[in-house]
């Protein structure tokens, strides 16, 4: 691993956007008013209050922005909590980036893509499904299928409806877990909207989302005809200390921090427990 990687950088919190009433995206740039640093698409970081701790989190902005790098964070802990109390113009520190990932540049390049993400686990996707966006000539089609328990709770959402909704060859699917007032969209679970979609089986699949989530929609997905060859997922939520020190991300034989956190399905002898 490069030294640098390892040493905390100060970053300066530009802008905070509410995005769900427990999600938060921080924009960070350098003393320097520039980027941290470069990532590849699924890398994350640790962000750092310090006297009060750190925590891995995925870099949920496109390596193609080359002003800043955003985070989007949910508020559940202690340094979630702070995080979500500081104000713009206040400072973090940011190492990184640690981890794999998505193959944008090889296994993807060419492909036509499905993206399916519930909750916050479209954060790590959003740094993908804009690097496409941003690069359109080298994919094929894209189509999004995203849900959440509630509108409210759709991260992104108006870049969603105000930009991914308005590019050609991108399809969007949006759906929430229960009917309310003001919603006339979908309504109901991401694996099962899967399989109403029934996508293309020469789609390859990228996902992200609660571990109940991800094992319906997999095995959904295999019902339908895909292989596990053809899914691939981002497991960040595992990570602790990011290099492979701790032991506390192990799957099997893997650690996600040294061989993750983007897996393709076929290289993991097992899933976790909770899954």
């Not at 980027?35 to 640790?46: D, V």
Request: proline share 5%; aromatic share 10%; glycine share 10%.
């Amino acid at each position: 691993m490069d030294r640098e990687t390892l040493i905390p950088q100060v970053g300066v919190v530009t802008d905070i956007r509410q995005d769900t009433p427990d999600v938060k995206t921080f924009r960070v740039v350098g003393l320097d008013g520039k980027k941290l640093f470069e990532h590849i698409p699924g890398q994350c970081a640790m962000v750092s209050v310090p006297g009060v701790g750190e925590g891995m989190f995925s870099i949920t902005s496109s390596p193609t922005n080359e002003a800043y790098m955003e985070f989007s964070i949910k508020k559940c802990g202690c340094l979630t909590s702070w995080l979500h109390m500081i104000e713009p113009d206040q400072q973090v520190t940011v190492r990184g980036p640690y981890g794999n990932g998505f193959p944008v540049e090889s296994a993807l390049k060419g492909k036509d893509l499905l993206f399916i993400a519930g909750g916050i686990g479209l954060a790590p996707l959003r740094s993908v499904i804009n690097y496409v966006r941003d690069k359109r000539e080298n994919y094929g089609k894209v189509q999004i299928v995203y849900g959440s328990r509630s509108k409210e709770d759709l991260v992104d959402y108006q870049e969603i409806i105000n930009e991914w909704m308005k590019d050609d060859g991108v399809e969007v699917f949006l759906t929430i877990d229960r009917e309310q007032e003001g919603w006339d969209g979908h309504v109901g679970f991401v694996p099962n909207y899967v399989k109403e979609l029934n996508p293309d089986l020469g789609l390859t699949v990228l996902m992200c989302g609660p571990p109940i989530m991800i094992k319906f929609t997999l095995a959904g997905l295999k019902e339908l005809g895909f292989k596990e060859t053809q899914v691939y997922t981002t497991m960040e939520l595992r990570m602790k200390c990011g290099v492979g020190k701790c032991g506390r991300c192990n799957i099997g034989n893997k650690y996600v921090c040294k061989d993750g956190p983007v897996f393709r399905f076929d290289q993991l002898d097992e899933l976790p427990s909770e899954y």
